[in-house]
């Protein structure tokens, strides 16, 4: 059966949708969607094959737009997508997440919500910003933003998220009550004994191992940490890598060792490719060593930087790995990162990129 | 009644809403409810959850630039208009 790739990119200026067949080699662009708005999250749900795509725009504010028809047409809502009167509104919608037939969205000002009906209404899940440590969560560079969503694969009731910056949070009870989960992981912006607080540390992306709901690993603004225990204790795996600062991290589809990392040359050194030179980093064993994997990629003056959720990996045998740039770029890779293409250019700003294998 | 005047880049979220609707309302809150009522999800384009309206959108009655708990009299115009937003 003739198999459809879908990337599914969210910019500064709209969603678009690149699509391939199975052998990856030639890719077709459709879009802007969503009426250019600023899109930070665009995601399918497999189990649906509808698409979701959430932002905000200056405007209007924020919503979450949705397409039953892969992207032909779009509707948006943000019905119940509001704090209670009197706090600051909400800006933007800046993650979300398809899973057990419930979508979540992360919001910024940092807080989540949830949707039962495919995305046409939202209810707050109010536990999350009921948690003690929330007057010390601070906004980061991009806001103070909840943009990392993690769905257990089994269970409904456990979930993930990461919020920049007051650190990792997971719920065993479908987000009525929450714990953190950042101890092990640091933070260098604070006086050198309280590098290692209970909360408030700058996560920068949480990606879940395939198959092993425990298996974490996370980017940070201070190094690179895999977690065996579900995050609640984290090791650092930053040796070999040429910083500890970056932003995305994707897992493979189906090696829990396998990690695909675009580390960034430090958060006061411009935040681009070391030494402008472009290089994804691929582990093949948990982070115990890294490998740089430079082949098609720009070997000089490249000044860009990945966003957080500007990497993806596709579930082909060999997986597909592709990142979007600051630049407005998109790289794809056919064989597990070997080897890279520049599949599209002079696009906004990549926000993020995910991917869509469609049977027939 | 009243006209209320809509920005082009609004109803585009919402096909077949009209630039120019006339609607009875005593004020710009219920002016904006009867869109809602009318477009459901309208309300949150022009609101937000404060409640007040969205810090890059003006709203002007009869020229004057008014907020929700203006007052319109039979006869008014409503004007709903984006503000200089950059980026």
Redesign the interface.
């Known amino acids: 059966m003739a198999r459809r790739i879908l990337l599914l990119v969210g910019t500064?200026k709209g969603a678009f949708i690149l699509e391939s067949d199975s052998t990856r080699a030639e890719w077709t662009l459709r879009g802007p969607f969503c009426?250019t708005w600023?899109i930070h999250h665009v995601i399918a749900d497999p189990a649906t094959r509808r698409i979701f795509a959430g932002g905000g725009n200056?405007?209007?504010?924020p919503?979450v737009w949705r397409s039953d028809d892969l992207g032909e047409s779009w509707t948006?809502?943000?019905?119940g997508?509001?704090?209670?009167?009197?706090?600051t509104?909400?800006k933007a919608v800046w993650s979300l997440a398809a899973a057990h037939g419930v979508l979540h969205a992360g919001v910024e000002p940092a807080g989540l919500f949830r949707s039962e009906d495919g995305g046409q209404s939202f209810a707050h899940l109010k536990g999350l910003r009921d948690h003690p440590s929330r007057p010390e969560w601070q906004p980061g560079g991009g806001g103070l933003i909840l943009h990392g969503l993690l769905p257990h694969p089994q269970d409904p009731q456990q979930f993930w998220v990461a919020i920049s910056t007051g650190g990792v949070f997971h719920t065993a009870d479908g987000g009525e009550s929450w714990a953190p989960r950042n101890r092990g992981t640091r933070q260098d912006y604070a006086p050198e004994d309280q590098r290692y607080p209970e909360h408030g540390q700058c996560v920068h992306c949480l990606v879940m191992a395939p198959g092993q709901p425990d298996l974490l690993y996370q980017q940070n603004h201070c190094g690179m940490y895999r977690s065996e225990d579900g995050g609640r204790s984290w090791t650092s795996i930053e040796q070999g890598l040429p910083s500890s600062f970056g932003f995305p991290a994707a897992t493979h589809p189906r090696d829990p060792a396998t990690l695909f990392l675009l580390p960034l040359n430090g958060d006061q050194a411009g935040r681009f490719v070391p030494e402008a030179r472009a290089a994804v980093w691929r582990t093949r064993d948990g982070g115990a060593t890294w490998q740089a994997l430079r082949e098609g990629l720009p070997q000089q003056d490249a000044y860009f930087g990945v966003l957080r959720q500007a990497m993806a990996t596709d579930s082909l045998d060999r997986a597909g790995v592709y990142f979007g740039t600051s630049g407005g770029e998109l790289y794809a890779s056919a064989d597990e990162g070997e080897s890279w293409r520049c599949i599209a250019r002079h696009l906004p700003t990549i926000s993020s990129v995910e991917t869509l294998v469609l049977d027939g | 009644m009243v006209q209320v005047l809509l920005p082009a880049s609004l109803v585009r979220l919402f096909p077949g809403a009209p630039r120019q609707v006339e609607m009875d309302a005593a004020s710009v809150a219920q002016a904006i409810a009867a869109l809602d009522q009318r477009w459901p999800g309208m309300r949150d384009r022009i609101c937000d959850s404060t409640p007040a309206i969205r810090r890059h959108l003006k709203v002007f009655v009869d020229g004057e630039l008014a907020n929700l708990t203006t007052p319109l009299r039979p006869g008014a115009e409503l004007l709903v208009m984006t503000a200089m937003s950059g980026g």
Request: aromatic letters at 14%.
């Open positions: 500064k009426d600023p200056e405007w209007f504010g919503a948006h809502s943000s019905q997508l509001a704090y209670e009167p009197g706090e509104p909400i």
